[in-house]
């Protein structure tokens, strides 16, 4: 039996963390009922305490999503999750998500702490968080980098507590994906009550291994991913949520999946990307313009003879309206035929040949060439 994985996006909290990104109460409305079609599980929708326009947005988002969870981010202190409860108090499943650093560099230099009043203001915060809503979820901040035994003391500890959730972040993108893999599991071999509370993977891109973390934090045993559109968030990053149900839904050998609508995955990034005005890049995989696209005349060719030589995934599966053949100097004769019998022109092989030496000469001084161009070609 395949296993759920649950999406918990956060977009609209850790996305919007990125400089320029900032959305307003309606536009994070907008994402929201997206987020809703797309079919992700939780939706992040803010840090109500962060300033009354991020407050007044929770709780709108609050009132109109009618099927996810809707979540709001708090710091393990009393004003925070006040300010969460009374955001989230119109939701018809709420969850408040606080923790606090659980790694020795922030015990250290960010709290001036002690491992031990860690814990305690851990365990103090899940308890008042409880206190309002059943749902509640724990960030041990840094998780990447903390001592494994005081984590899976934290763990414990805070699930004891009643967090229905213990999300163990790589707040820094630190981890290589064994290492990530044998930290998850540590835990679910060393943390008695473990399963009575779902892990969650958080993961940073710094290093360019948030998605492939995230697969290895799945297959120690993560039944939750915390992830962005784009893969959007701050410094370099979260882990992309097309990367996530798309991996999931190519390898279902792996026997997990998602909810995740996938057809509205590359629309849903193009609304996004316009709304935060954050391009997408053109190798970005899954919705990137080139994602889907062939231009080398080797590729070109296996492509047309049978996509799969060239594609592990149908450009429809997730809305992207086709494949596409970019004519270049690097492209061939197949490619050139294709395009040309799309217009309405049928060449013999030595004709071909012949306009194939002229359209080298063209695509050498235009770069790419359009349909314009290959009409003024055979003109």
């Not at 296993?3 to 320029?20: A, S, Y």
């Not at 194939?356 to 063209?362: K, N, P």
Request: aromatic residues 8%; negative net charge; contains cysteine.
């Amino acid at each position: 039996m395949s296993q759920k994985i649950l999406i918990f996006d956060t977009t609209l909290r850790d996305g919007e963390q990125v400089p320029g990104c900032q959305l307003n109460t309606e536009e994070k409305l907008q994402v929201a009922e997206q987020l809703e079609l797309l079919g992700v599980d939780i939706i992040e929708a803010g840090f109500p305490i962060s300033s009354p326009g991020d407050f007044r947005s929770v709780e709108a988002i609050a009132k109109l999503v009618k099927n996810a969870t809707v979540c709001g981010l708090t710091r393990a202190k009393k004003e925070d999750i006040d300010a969460a409860a009374a955001a989230l108090k119109h939701a018809k499943y709420p969850r408040i998500h606080t923790g606090i650093g659980s790694s020795d560099t922030h015990i250290k230099y960010k709290f001036n702490s002690t491992r031990e009043e860690i814990l305690e203001r851990g365990v103090w915060a899940v308890k008042y968080a409880k206190s309002f809503v059943e749902d509640v979820e724990f960030f041990a901040e840094d998780a990447g980098r903390a001592d494994l035994v005081f984590l899976a003391q934290l763990t414990e500890a805070v699930i004891d507590a009643g967090a229905t959730v213990v999300n163990l972040p790589d707040t820094t993108g630190y981890l290589l994906p064994q290492q990530m893999f044998q930290r998850i599991n540590y835990l679910f071999e060393n943390v008695p009550n473990i399963h009575k509370a779902v892990i969650s993977m958080h993961n940073h891109n710094d290093l360019g291994l948030a998605t492939a973390n995230t697969i290895a934090g799945i297959q120690a045993g993560a039944r939750q991913v915390e992830v962005t559109i784009n893969g959007i968030g701050e410094r370099a990053g979260n882990t992309s949520l097309e990367e996530v149900a798309m991996i999931l839904n190519t390898h279902k050998d792996l026997g997990y999946h998602t909810d995740i609508n996938s057809k509205h995955l590359y629309p849903f990034s193009q609304f996004v990307s316009n709304l935060m005005g954050m391009p997408v890049q053109a190798n970005k995989a899954i919705v990137g313009a080139n994602a889907f696209a062939h231009s080398s005349g080797i590729h070109q060719d296996g492509f047309l003879k049978h996509t799969q030589n060239y594609e592990i995934m149908s450009p429809e599966d997730v809305g992207v309206p086709s494949s596409a053949i970019v004519l270049t100097s690097r492209s061939g004769r197949a490619a050139l035929r294709h395009r040309l019998q799309l217009l309405g022109f049928e060449f013999e092989k030595p004709d071909l040949d012949k306009l194939y030496t002229r359209f080298l000469l063209m695509a050498d001084a235009r770069k790419q060439l359009n349909d314009e161009d290959l009409k003024e070609l055979v003109g």
